[in-house]
């Protein structure tokens, strides 16, 4: 009976301690034991559930292992906080919403520090580039500089001013510097330039006569205003008669004068001239152009040794009082006495006031020209001014009318 009753309450206990509604004598394993961790999967509860409100991050912060019994926490399981500002190691439990919002500010400060950084760099990266934009641009704009046309001349010329009369020619003005030289006009109505610089008054006004370097677009001006002579007027030295420019035994040239060849009024005056000729049947062509100074010098001097200063005189000029000089005159075909008569020479009588010219030392004028008569010489005044003279003759009845008469004025060697 004894023996019975023992089995008994033992079933009894040992269902009781099943039930945890007693204990059964056993302590609960410590965190030294070997058991698996499996043992104890229902002896601890998430806690918390009230931070579902929260952001998925806060709320995985907050969650706490509660244990169901009483027995104490152990002491030694403790973990690493993410948080600077305090060294001391924060439990599971004890992490609270103050120290929650204090890490997420530190997040946001961590973050905005990193943004700032950011916007740090790429504003110094901007200011890198833009820097680096300043100076290709600066760069490029220089480089175009250099090749654009400058504002100012930078060309110096012996001068830079002109004063002249319709029909003037004004000599080159001197280039300092070596260059690749382009002549050209603003107003081609006032005055022309050939391509030696030589400038030729056309009519009243002012324009500006350029120089420039086809390389590297430098310049050079001259201010040019004309203006329309009446009587006698000199100017640089030359001397001018109603705007025609004269040379002669009283009015000489200075030994500067230099136009550099026939003028190219001159020049394509005669080409259409010896066209014109050649249209008829009839060859002429330039014996004897443009002589400078110092060439009528040399000329000048061997007829006064061969035939003496007298004589010389009457067909040759002294240096300055030539028309050669003037780069307006051209002796044709046959310079002498064996020219006059000639077909060609009848013919370029006849015709050449048509192309701006004049014989400019008549037959029986010996007294008012100062020279012998030469059929060959012929002087170009335009065909306005030759028309002119050639019907004040016909208009006076004085055929063989020249340059000293139609103005008045005189040619005799002081």
């Not at 439990?91 to 520090?113: M, P, Q, W």
């Not at 382009?182 to 109505?189: G, L, M, V």
């Not at 190219?264 to 066209?275: I, K």
């Not at 330039?286 to 100074?293: K, Q």
Request: aromatic fraction near 8%; glycine fraction near 6%; charge should be negative.
């Amino acid at each position: 009976m004894k023996m019975k009753t023992k089995r008994m309450l033992a079933v009894i206990t040992a269902l009781c301690c099943m039930a945890g509604t007693v204990s059964c004598g056993r302590t609960l394993p410590n965190s030294n034991d070997d058991s698996d961790s499996s043992d104890n999967s229902n002896e601890f509860s998430v806690a918390g559930d009230e931070a579902d409100g929260i952001e998925t991050s806060e709320k995985e912060e907050q969650l706490t292992l509660v244990p169901r019994t009483t027995a104490a926490p152990k002491s030694a399981e403790t973990v690493a906080t993410d948080t600077a500002e305090t060294s001391n190691p924060v439990s599971l439990v004890t992490r609270s919403k103050e120290e929650i919002d204090k890490i997420k500010n530190n997040k946001k400060t961590t973050a905005a520090a990193k943004t700032s950084k950011t916007t740090k760099a790429k504003t110094t990266a901007a200011s890198t580039s833009s820097a680096s934009s300043t100076t290709t641009t600066t760069t490029t704009k220089e480089s175009a500089e250099t090749t654009t046309t400058p504002q100012t001349p930078t060309i110096q010329l012996s001068y830079t001013s002109a004063e002249i009369v319709a029909g003037q020619t004004k000599a080159y003005a001197i280039v300092s510097g070596t260059y690749d030289e382009e002549w050209s006009t603003s107003d081609a109505n006032v005055a022309t330039v050939d391509q030696y610089g030589n400038i030729t008054a056309v009519g009243e006004g002012s324009c500006k006569i350029r120089v420039t370097d086809k390389n590297t677009k430098e310049f050079g001006e001259i201010a040019v205003t004309v203006k329309k002579m009446q009587g006698i007027q000199q100017i640089d030295g030359i001397t001018y008669v109603d705007g025609v420019l004269i040379a002669n035994k009283t009015y000489a040239l200075p030994r500067s004068y230099n136009p550099g060849g026939l003028t190219p009024e001159t020049y394509n005056a005669f080409q259409s001239l010896v066209q014109a000729a050649a249209n008829d049947g009839y060859s002429l062509w330039n014996a004897s152009g443009f002589r400078s100074y110092e060439t009528q010098e040399q000329i000048y001097n061997n007829y006064v040794y061969t035939h003496g200063q007298a004589t010389a005189d009457t067909f040759s000029a002294r240096p300055g009082h030539s028309e050669h000089q003037t780069g307006m005159a051209i002796d044709v075909n046959n310079p002498s006495d064996s020219f006059n008569g000639t077909p060609e020479a009848i013919w370029l009588k006849e015709h050449c006031v048509d192309y701006g010219f004049i014989i400019r030392y008549p037959e029986g004028k010996q007294d008012i020209t100062g020279y012998k008569y030469e059929s060959w010489h012929i002087r170009y005044v335009g065909v306005e001014m030759a028309k002119k003279i050639r019907d004040k003759g016909i208009e006076i009845g004085n055929y063989n009318i020249t340059l000293e008469e139609y103005f008045g004025i005189n040619s005799k060697y002081n």
